[in-house]
Nanobody, 123 residues
Framework: QVQLVESGGGLVQAGGSLRLSCAAS????????MGWFRQAPGKEREFVAA????????FYADAVKGRFTISRDNAKNTVDLQMNSLKPEDTAIYYC????????????????WGLGTQVTVSS
């Protein structure tokens, strides 16, 4: 089992920044990829970014490329998401997730999920 706990959400004005953190515990060594997803009211959960824990390769959704940066610290079992130049359309609940495979942007592929943290961007 793997437990994931997100932190760092909040309210920010458009153009501002937030840093989300995901703390993992349990059998984290079995998880190859850590990802961030988000879900806005009335919308499906969508991929934001992912990082392969072994080689550090990163992947981003087009909507956040150039504004968000995902990073991992394997020693601390944390994965962070630095979000800059935030827009009102970034408002959503952000979820941390873990999967055994090398990479996936499909939420149905992920094995473990955190409870989420709310990010609200005001215009």
């Amino acid at each position: 089992q793997v437990q994931l706990v997100e932190s760092g959400g909040g309210l920010v004005q458009a153009g501002g920044s937030l840093r989300l953190s995901c703390a993992a515990s349990g059998r984290t060594i079995s998880m190859d990829t850590m990802g961030w997803f988000r879900q806005a009211p009335g919308k499906e959960r969508e991929f934001v970014a992912a990082v392969n824990r072994r080689i550090g390769a990163t992947f981003y959704a087009d909507a956040v490329k150039g504004r968000f940066t995902i990073s991992r610290d394997n020693a601390k079992n944390t994965v962070d998401l630095q979000m800059n130049s935030l827009k009102p359309e970034d408002t959503a609940i952000y979820y941390c997730a873990a999967v055994r495979v090398a990479y996936s942007n499909n939420p149905n592929a992920y094995d473990y999920w955190g409870l989420g943290t709310q990010v609200t961007v005001s215009s």
